[in-house]
């Protein structure tokens, strides 16, 4: 039996990277699933390789998550899971961000948060049982680096929400979590950053690499499995010890 075994997951921004790694480990452990992404092309993909259904979901819009919720009703007759990965994360200084650059940002990331948990909420109410997950990051609520100001501002909105919701859905029997990834080594890190800024990474991480999308899939796996039953309204980092050190020379010197 799977961790999951029948359970109904909904993993939003799944066509790549750490959500789908989540997608498919949570496959693994028996989670049926579906897969909603901005990108149909690729999404589809994801899917048709995981043996999901798929919906085209603009998350920043509450309409596209509530019919990403119908499908799994629709297709499975519950929805125990759903994980709120999607984000943006255009690198821009603060004196070059528009209004519009802020807002479509914070729409996507923190609206898009909302709106997942809005959307999810009356069938798990009914059920008397969900689980509701975010991506949220190390950067914002604990760090950040320039260029990442409208960023920043939603991940540590995200927890702040996580918070509130997971107070007020404790009656309902509904859970609400995230996981703040450090670094993570996703196709989009390796085509954006490039090997100078992948090594300065690795040498600023006491673990000594980046994070694999699957790394932050276990966590997610864990905060939806029955083990974390009697976890609500916060956050496991995973980031191999990068909040760690006071200063930038860390390392221990053999004798
Ligand atoms: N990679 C990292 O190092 C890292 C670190 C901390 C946090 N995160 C967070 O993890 C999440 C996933 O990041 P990733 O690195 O896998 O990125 P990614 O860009 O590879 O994946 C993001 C997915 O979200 C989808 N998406 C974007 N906008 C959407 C929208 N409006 N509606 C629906 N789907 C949308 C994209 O199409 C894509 O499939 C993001 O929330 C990101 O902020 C990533």
């Given amino acids: 039996m799977g961790r999951l075994q029948d359970k109904v997951a909904l993993v939003i921004g799944a066509a ?3 959500g789908k790694a989540t997608a498919l480990r949570f496959k693994e452990e028996g989670a049926r699933l579906v897969i909603a992404d901005f990108e149909a092309e690729g999404g589809k993909a994801a899917a048709d390789e995981l043996g999901a259904a798929f919906i085209a979901t603009d998350i920043s819009k509450l309409a596209d998550a509530e019919a990403a919720v119908a499908l799994a009703v629709e297709q499975y007759g519950r929805l125990d899971i759903v994980v709120q990965n999607a984000g943006i994360y ?4 603060i ?7 802020w807002a479509s940002v914070i729409a996507v990331n923190l609206g898009g948060s909302f709106n997942a948990a809005r959307a999810a909420l009356p069938q798990m109410r009914q059920q008397n049982y969900g689980r509701i997950l975010f991506t949220s990051s190390i950067t914002g609520p604990h760090v950040t680096s320039p260029g990442h100001g409208h960023y ?4 540590a909105g995200i927890n702040g929400f996580i918070r509130a919701a997971a107070l007020e859905f404790a009656g309902y029997g509904i859970t609400v979590n995230g996981v703040e990834p450090g670094n993570i080594l996703t196709e989009a890190m390796r085509l954006h950053r490039g090997p100078a800024f992948i090594k300065n990474m690795e040498d600023a991480i006491p673990l000594g690499r980046l994070g694999s999308p699957r790394d932050i899939a276990n966590a997610f796996l864990f905060l939806a499995s029955d083990e974390a039953s009697y976890i609500t309204g916060t956050t496991i980092v995973v980031d191999g010890g990068q909040l760690l050190p006071e200063g930038s020379d860390f390392r221990m010197v053999p004798p």
């Fill in 95 to 101: 004196e070059d961000t528009s209004a519009e650059d």
């Fill in 16 to 18: 790549r990277g750490i």
């Fill in 152 to 155: 920043s501002a939603t991940k």
């Fill in 90 to 93: 255009p690198w821009q200084l």
